[in-house]
């Protein structure tokens, strides 16, 4: 067991210190302290020890070096069941140093702030801190290491029991490791983005647990959800049940979808690909034109909405069951009707492209692929018309439109669209000739026609039956990246069926 006579406070985050301070104080424990720490306790009138007075050595450069002295760092590393350290201890005159309290320069809330520069980042490093906090843990068998004013309470009650025993400090020792790793990845991470260098040699990633999720892919399968430091997103429900781990992945899917198309846009997400996408006036609009594309499907899924959720809007979506909604803003009305439905998720990000991350992690077995999210995008001035017939300036806005769609739809892919609205979406087939078929049988289940359409594929279309099919089902217009060695032939075939062509040099294959 660990009994607390001495302690050493240094924190930047000073909550809930003064009263713990004080209950130390009142149990008869030596308090040694530094700078804003000290200040702060001797104000309150907890006698405290000045580090400087403690060492016998003044604090230098700045308050750079103040704790880095061996009478700290042996009171916290001394083994002191070894008899060789007890005598080596009390030879140099080191007390033992039985509880160290100290968190960290706030590094990341000072870089996350607009305009930082480089000379404040530096200065917010820490470097006695995590010096003491390593050493306190690497010794938490003698010594007792606090990062999280959280843990005061607790630590209070085993103090006035029967001390802090070895697997309570084991506890507390797991924590103050992964307090300073983060706080280097932390400093690691901003260098490299200031320098540019999005796939270091070594990438050292830290995630912050945001909340227990109710399963996994499967109900048998345990989930959590992990947020990255660098992140402004909040994915905190303002209602609903406990998300569960594929709620969290359609919930993604419809955030990103919604956040890079224009305002008003609505798109419901089932099973990770949109069963519906459209843009209009207003939101409500939107809804209307996405549902109709799948209905069946829409049923059970979750919408995300780039824009505001009125009553009007609230009540219509609350028609049939749903999973759950993402959008920019709930109005006080929508919220009161969507609370007669406590089981919807309701998910609110105001600034949906700010919330966007840049990079795309995807575990595999052994390891970690990364690669840049698929966030490029084309103007018209992009667009290479292939064919004889050539497009209005609607037949444009139509196919930059299907465009925008195909790259969050699994391939291989097609979509059929009209201006702003999709009618028909083939996703996730082995053949990109059944995607075109599964996408047109699709819109005719649900009465919507595909004749005059515009359709994107994901990736050129590598024979002409392809094209066959497209006109066989009555589409107007196509958009795709090219760059087939049969090419002249799928031009060829949308020549001899009147169809427009365009081409964008561009793939958006989604795996």
């Known amino acids: 067991m660990i009994q ?3 302690a050493l406070i240094s924190v930047s985050d000073k909550s809930g210190l003064v009263e713990f301070a004080r209950f130390l104080d009142k149990n008869g424990v030596e308090i040694i302290s530094t700078g804003g720490t000290l200040k702060l306790l001797k104000d309150n009138g907890i006698k405290t020890i000045a580090i400087d007075d403690y060492t016998g050595f003044p604090e230098i450069l700045d308050g750079r070096v103040k704790t880095l002295h061996p009478k700290v760092h042996g009171g916290l590393l001394g083994v002191i069941s070894n008899p060789a350290h007890k005598q080596k201890m009390d030879e140099l005159g080191i007390p033992k140093i039985d509880l160290v309290v100290v968190n960290l320069y706030p590094f990341l809330k000072t870089v996350s702030q607009p305009g930082v520069k480089l000379e404040e980042a530096i200065e917010n490093i820490d470097i006695g801190g995590p010096s003491m906090i390593r050493s306190a ?72 647990k945001k909340q227990k999720l109710r399963y996994g892919e499967n109900p048998h399968q345990a989930a959590a959800f992990y947020e990255p430091l660098f992140v402004k997103s909040d994915f905190s429900p303002l209602q609903g049940k406990e998300l569960s781990f594929n709620n969290m992945l359609d919930f993604d899917a419809a955030f990103h979808i919604s956040s890079l198309l224009p305002e008003n846009t609505v798109c419901i997400i089932k099973h990770l ?29 979750v919408i995300g909405i780039k824009g505001k959720v009125n009553g009007e809007l609230a009540n219509v979506i609350t028609e049939n069951f749903v999973e759950g909604v993402i959008a920019q803003k709930f109005t006080p009305d929508a919220l009161e009707i969507f609370s007669k439905k406590p089981n919807i998720r309701l998910i609110e990000i105001e600034d949906f492209k700010e919330a966007l991350d840049e990079l795309d992690l995807r575990p595999i077995h052994h390891g970690l692929l990364i690669q840049d999210r698929d966030y490029t995008t084309i103007t018209e001035a992009d667009l290479k018309v292939v064919t004889k017939k050539q497009p209005s300036a609607e037949d444009i806005r139509g196919l930059m439109f299907a465009w925008s769609c195909v790259r969050f739809i699994k391939s291989n892919a097609i979509v059929y669209t009209e201006e702003n609205a999709t009618l028909g979406i083939g996703a996730g087939q082995m053949s990109r000739v059944d995607s075109v078929q599964l996408g047109a049988n ?12 515009y359709v994107a594929s994901d990736a050129f279309f590598p024979f002409r039956d392809g094209i066959d099919a497209l006109a066989k089902a009555g589409a107007k217009a196509i958009i795709q990246p090219g760059g087939s060695v049969r090419d002249p032939e799928v031009i060829q075939a949308a020549d001899e069926h009147g169809l427009i062509m365009v081409f964008t040099g561009m793939r958006h294959f989604r795996h």
């Open 273 to 301: 690909n949109p069963c519906g996408i459209a843009y209009a006036d207003d939101p409500l609009e939107a809804f209307r034109l996405a549902r109709r594309t799948d209905p069946i499907s829409a049923f059970g899924g």
């Open 137 to 208: 843990a690497k010794n938490y068998k003698h010594t007792l290491v606090l990062t999280d004013p959280n843990d005061y309470p607790e630590v209070q009650t085993l103090i006035s029991s029967d001390g802090i025993s070895e697997e309570v400090a084991a506890g507390y020792m797991r924590k103050a490791f992964s307090h300073t790793a983060m706080y280097d990845t932390a400093i690691s991470s901003w260098f490299n983005r200031q320098a540019g260098d999005a796939f270091p040699d070594v990438l050292n990633l830290s995630f912050l």
């Open 4 to 6: 607390i006579k001495r």
């Open 442 to 453: 699709k819109a005719l289940n649900v009465g919507l026609s595909v004749v005059g359409s």
